[in-house]
Each structure stands twice: as C-alpha cells, then as structure tokens.
C-alpha cells in the first residue's frame, strides 16, 4: 500500500472508473439549431420534474439528477412520434451536456470523462 500524492498515470487510469453520482440542474446556455430548439423546454421541463430536490441536504440545495433519472430523461423521445424522435434525442443530449459542461463530457451510460 502505497501513501501519499497519487502520480499522474495512475490519476489517468483510475479517471476511466470514475462515473457521475449527480449534478445540480443550473441557468445554462444550450446551443442547439432550429429543428431541436422548440423541444428544449418540454426536456428542461422534464428534467425539473425528475430532478431530486436538496438531494444532498439544505446547505448545498438545488435540482439534483443523478444517473438514473439522466437515463428516465433520455427516454424522453420515445414519447413523440416517430418523425420526431432524432430531434428530441439531440434536445436531450444538448441538454445533458450544457448543463455539464464544466464537469465534462456525460456519455450514454452515464460516465463522466473529464476535460
């Protein structure tokens, strides 16, 4: 057993085991084109409602998802048409990683991998 400051190589190979617990929903700035943009507040929205509130008590507060309402969110498209849901599926990711942003990037398992 090793003490002390851990190296930068083993920094890097324990970053790949490291997963998202949770992060605090926030005013964010999400770009996205015109075809997905009329979906953001039906994802902001769902987002809110699936959001565990003062998740780690009054003193940090704030909307809360962790990883298993990421992945209820990402179900989200299966609920508009078929035509639509590419649309909503990239609303929802633009979504994720807006409000990420300064942790990295989410991915579809939920993982986080820092910038």
Known sequence: MRTGKPQDG?????????????FALSDCIVHVDSEIAKYLRAVHRTALEL???N??????GG??????????????????PSN??????RAV???LLAQTEK???ISENGR???A
């Open 84 to 89: 639509e849901i590419n649309f909503v599926r």
């Open 63 to 80: 909307y809360w998802l962790t990883s298993a309402q990421i992945h209820q969110l990402r179900k989200l498209p299966d609920c508009y």
């Open 10 to 22: 083993e920094l890097q190979n324990n970053a790949s085991d490291l997963m998202l617990c949770a």
């Open 51 to 53: 959001a565990v509130p």
């Open 93 to 95: 990711e633009s979504y």
């Open 103 to 105: 942790l990295g990037l």
């Open 112 to 114: 986080g991998q820092t």
């Open 55 to 60: 998740l780690f008590g009054l003193e940090i």
